[in-house]
């Protein structure tokens, strides 16, 4: 390991650093796994041996990185460009001037929307239908099944019927939730929350998945313990927290591409194709683009503009 570039010690203060920026945990956690996904890189290709700071790397070094996330390991440019935000974001941090500036309009994915960012009722009936069943398990699994159906019927509910990002559904804890009430409160990025009002049904199947789980493993209520833990055939806990293991960003990308497998759908659906549903609907229903800010935990308006867009170019066609 190069002796001046200290990985952990960096990543603990750029965490500390988006902390006091408001942002969430999932956040940190995601911009971290970059950070030590290039550090890996840098290492492999024996970058590291060569400098004694991060400010020593040039734009020809980045180049290359992301011409491997492209070429090799085939990332979309959706992607590739979340991972130029987060290196600006660490160049900031850093307080260097960015070298990859260079490159940022070679990586801005085009924003414009077509009926694959979206899901049919039919998809989602059958994704519904087939989360709760035991069809295409082998005997191991259709036995651990009971253990996380609920859990997993309830994060794509929140998803296609309430909109919720999953970075929204990492982020729950148990004292967001108020079953007596059916209100999920919902944290945002800059401490902002919003109120979301459940159905009786859904928070019926909410409360079932959370007295599935065994007492003595059960997130306790009203505290900071989280909503959707994690669970592979069996509960952990995590001892440093007192509180069961959250259940990751990364693994609820998991189970949702199982999920569609499953269903033998025919094409790949992510939970943001979900959640952009759950909008198209609601502007469908005359919902206003101020309500809709605020119901979606948007900042500004602008972040609806594609949507109309889409409508428009769907009526005119």
Known sequence: MNETISLEKTLEDFSA?????????????????????FYRWLEVNEILSHIKSWHELSGEDYQAYFSELENKRKYSL???????VV????????????????????????????DNDFITEAEEKLLKQTILSTKGLTERQAKYRPLIMDRNACIINLVVN?????????SLNMSHIQFARNILIVPGEDGVTRSVFLTDEDTKQLYKYYTTIPEPLRPRQHTDNPLFVANRGTYRWVYENDAPMALSEVAIQKMIRLEVKRAELKRRISGQQMRNTFIIRLIKQGITEDKLVSRMGFKTKLSLKRYYQYLQKKNAS
Do not use: A, C
Not at 17 to 37: A, P, V
Not at 90 to 99: D, K
């Open 78 to 84: 959706k992607t590739m460009h979340r991972i130029w």
């Open 162 to 170: 309430y909109g919720l990002s999953l970075q929204e559904l990492v």
């Open 87 to 114: 290196l600006k974001k660490f160049h900031m941090f850093l307080g260097i001037n960015s070298p990859i500036d260079d490159i940022q309009l070679s990586l801005i994915p085009d924003q414009s929307l077509s």
């Open 17 to 37: 650093y988006l902390n006091e920026k408001g942002r969430k945990y999932s956040t940190i956690q995601r911009y971290s796994y970059d950070i030590k996904d």
